[in-house]
Structure formats: structure tokens, C-alpha cells
């Protein structure tokens, strides 16, 4: 199982994107998943989790810009998680990528979604 996320771009410093995760299988349904970001020569860091009952947490950099929602199936089969993101930054320029919070249930990283915040 391999996790896609979409909706990366170019913008510039203020403006806004909103990035989009499909994860099939109950399994992502019933597991905190998260948004992970990673900058070149960094590592791959978490950004935002979610639980199933939509509690959430950020890293401090992002509060009061970045909101990660999820939506899943009536049948737990389909799982989508949302990373939208307001008043980028440079510094929010990363690759990004999502996944299960907890390394035991997650999925093969896919190829993530750029971002790139740049006047």
C-alpha cells in the first residue's frame, strides 16, 4: 500500500494550498495519521496529526496557518486527510508527504508533494 499526496505547488509567501491524501484500507481509518514534511538536506519531520475523532496537533511553526482534517468512509474502507495551509512561508518549503502516525501501521512512503513558497 503506498499513500499519494496532491495538491503541491509554487506559490508565493501569503498565499494558500491545500493538500489531499487517499489512504484505502480500515486500517488508516482507525489510526492517527499525519502530515510529514521534509526539506532538502533535512529530515522528515511531522507537521500535523489527526486522530479518528479529529483531535489535532501541529509543530509550533505552523499553529494558526496549517488545518488538517479527515474524512472517512461510512465503511472505514476510505480515508482521506487534508493539510490546508494559509499564509505560507519559505520556510514551509518541504516535500510533503502523509501517513500513518505510528510506524507499525504505516504505509510505503510515496513520492510526496512538492511545495514551494518563493516571490
Known amino acids: 500500500v503506498q499513500l499519494q499526496a496532491s495538491g503541491g505547488g509554487l506559490v508565493q509567501p501569503g498565499e494558500s494550498l491545500r493538500l489531499s491524501c487517499a489512504a484505502s484500507g480500515s486500517i488508516f481509518s482507525v489510526n492517527h495519521m499525519a502530515w510529514f514534511r521534509q526539506a532538502p538536506g533535512k529530515q522528515r519531520d511531522v507537521v500535523a496529526t489527526?486522530?479518528?475523532?479529529?483531535?489535532?496537533?501541529?509543530?509550533?511553526s505552523v499553529k494558526g496557518r496549517f488545518t488538517i482534517s479527515r474524512a472517512i468512509s461510512r465503511d472505514s474502507a476510505e480515508n482521506t486527510v487534508y493539510l490546508e495551509m494559509n499564509k505560507l512561508k519559505p520556510g514551509d518549503t518541504a516535500v510533503y508527504y502523509c501517513?500513518?502516525?505510528?510506524?507499525?501501521?504505516?504505509?510505503?512512503w510515496g513520492q510526496g508533494t512538492q511545495v514551494t513558497v518563493s516571490s
Open positions: 501517513n500513518a502516525l505510528i510506524p507499525s501501521v504505516r504505509a510505503t
Open positions: 489527526i486522530t479518528p475523532r479529529g483531535t489535532t496537533t501541529y509543530v509550533d
